[in-house]
């Protein structure tokens, strides 16, 4: 069964129990919601529902992709399809698709959503695609495998680097906090 709007206001109404903070930054998505637009599809404007994933290796370093579309350095992830279930495990196809690690050798930290960002995208004259926003629901999910075969089309290199790499400061102070927390066991 495809994700349902439910399943999206489910989720951001989990994650807001934990992080009443980001309520006002998140205020759109459940407007959208409010809206009844079909946010997992990326046709749907202003913006759009998208899956990430923050993978922790077993060195405490997280997974970077360089996106070969924008020719930046980004985590895993991507649109949800239709034959998605869940937002946790969109992310976890699309970790599969781009980086060839398989979803039996990675664990889900859980199942709400870590960081909830919103970010703009340019438009895309190749794909017909005006300028949107993605909602990317990021999971943070462990690993003790390596990178798999990249998916060509859309993933030029991979690298693991250090948590400190990441750009967004609220995203990396929750991961350090997740660490912390529960240190991943090798």
Known sequence: MPITAQHIRATVNAYLDQRPEDKRKIAVVQGLLDDDGDLTSRKTLPGHVTAGVILVGRDGRVLHILHS???????????????????????????AEETGIPPYVVTPHSEIPLHIDVHPIDANPVKDEPAHQHFDFRFLFRTTADIG??????????????????????????????????????
């Open 69 to 95: 579309a924008t020719g930046k350095w980004l985590l895993p992830g991507g649109h949800i399809e239709p034959s998605d279930n869940t937002l946790l495990q969109a992310a976890g196809r699309e970790l």
């Open 149 to 186: 075969e990249l998916q060509a089309e859309e993933v030029a290199d991979a690298a693991w680097r250090s948590v400190e790499s990441l750009t967004d400061e609220q995203l990396k102070r929750r991961v350090v906090r997740t660490l912390l927390k529960d240190p991943f066991a090798t």
